[in-house]
Nanobody, 123 residues
Framework: QVQLVESGGGLVQAGGSLRLSCAAS????????MGWFRQAPGKEREFVAAIDWRGGGIIYADSVKGRFTISRDNARKTVYLQINSLKPEDTAVYYCAGYRDVWPTMQSKPDYWGQGTQVTVSS
C-alpha cells in the first residue's frame, strides 16, 4: 500500500518562500516518478512539476518555471517542492503525486495521491 504525506504548507506573504515535503511509504521509492499538482478554489487540479526516478528529468508548468524547484531524496523516500517569490495566485491545495512511470510527463496520470497541504499567499 502506497501512502504519500505532504507537509510544509502554510500562510505566507507575497514574495515569501515555502518548502513542501512529501514523505512516501513505498517499498522501492526509486522505482517511481514523483510530482506535484495544485488545486485553487473553484478550479481544476493542475500539474505543477514532475521528476523522474533519478532526479535528472524534471518538468514544470510554465506558470511556475523559475520560481518552483522540485527535487527528491531517494534515501529518505521524500520529494520536495521549493516555492519562491510566492504570488497570491499560488494559493491552492498542493498535492503530492506518485507515478508507476519512472519518467512522468506533463500528460501522465498519477497512480497515487497525497491528502494535500494548503498554501495561502496574502497580498
Amino acid at each position: 500500500q502506497v501512502q504519500l504525506v505532504e507537509s510544509g504548507g502554510g500562510l505566507v506573504q507575497a514574495g515569501g518562500s515555502l518548502r513542501l515535503s512529501c514523505a512516501a511509504s513505498i517499498r522501492s521509492f526509486s522505482n517511481y516518478g514523483m510530482g506535484w499538482f495544485r488545486q485553487a478554489p473553484g478550479k481544476e487540479r493542475e500539474f505543477v512539476a514532475a521528476i523522474d526516478w533519478r532526479g535528472g528529468g524534471i518538468i514544470y508548468a510554465d506558470s511556475v518555471k523559475g520560481r518552483f524547484t522540485i527535487s527528491r531524496d531517494n534515501a529518505r523516500k521524500t520529494v520536495y517542492l521549493q516555492i519562491n517569490s510566492l504570488k497570491p495566485e499560488d494559493t491552492a491545495v498542493y498535492y503530492c503525486a506518485g507515478y508507476r512511470d519512472v519518467w512522468p510527463t506533463m500528460q501522465s496520470k498519477p497512480d497515487y495521491w497525497g491528502q494535500g497541504t494548503q498554501v495561502t499567499v496574502s497580498s
